[in-house]
T-cell receptor, first 114, second 113 residues
């Protein structure tokens, strides 16, 4: 079946620090992989995606590479800002059923302090 | 902006009462979803719809029903709310294309006392 295992938080970093949030997955077939971000009081926003092995998704300084050999999709940013404080969710697309839904990790809360 | 509106945004109700949450979209997308978000669980799929009057169950469908009589509206009903259904509920749509991403509404926070 499909599942996503995500690094537990919370994560607290100083501004300009390097960020890594680990994400590994289990899936049959060839899912697409996603990172979503949720700011306080808001819904989830798509941060980046990758649709096949070795693809790199990137947006707003964040990057993640689809690694099929390690079934991973780790999120990285070289220099975080206070405005990056949010909850980050790793997700994969359902490639087994007709639902076309997403399976989510449990989320990682990031707090960036000045 | 994916044109998704959820209502109500906040609701407090008592155990045993019926509750209906509404999701409205303006862009005529075929697939719509209801998820619930709980600490330690991320988002879990309750029900989804793949067209008018076409719906199916998700991972955590017990205690919930849905209806879709128009393309633009997808309703989630709790027939008799329980405290375990206290949660934040998100509606999502699947936009066009094959890459599978979903776009989410702003959420409806439900508290069952």
């Amino acid at each position: 079946g499909n599942s996503v295992t995500q690094m537990e938080g919370p994560v607290t970093l100083s501004e300009e620090a390097f960020l890594t949030i680990n994400c590994t997955y289990t899936a049959t077939g060839y899912p697409s992989l996603f990172w979503y971000v949720q700011y306080p009081g808001e819904g989830l926003q798509l941060l980046l995606k990758a649709t096949k092995a070795d693809d790199k998704g990137s947006n707003k300084g964040f990057e993640a590479t689809y690694r099929k050999e390690t079934t991973s999709f780790h999120l990285e940013k070289g220099s975080v800002q206070v405005s990056d404080s949010a909850v980050y969710f790793c997700a994969l697309s359902d490639s087994e059923t007709g639902a076309n839904n997403l399976f989510f990790g449990t989320g990682t809360r990031l707090t960036v302090i000045p | 902006d994916a044109g998704i509106t959820q209502s109500p945004r906040h609701k407090v109700t008592e155990t045993g009462t019926p509750v209906t949450l509404r999701c409205h979209q303006t862009e005529n997308h075929r697939y719509m979803y209801w998820y619930r978000q709980d600490p330690g669980h991320g988002l879990r799929l309750i029900h989804y719809s793949y067209g008018v009057k076409d719906t199916d169950k998700g991972e955590v469908s017990d205690g919930y029903s849905v209806s879709r009589s128009k393309t633009e509206d997808f309703l989630l009903t709790l027939e008799s709310a329980t405290s375990s259904q206290t949660s934040v509920y998100f509606c999502a749509i699947r936009a066009g294309g094959n890459t599978g991403e979903l776009f989410f509404g702003e959420g409806s926070r439900l508290t069952v006392l």
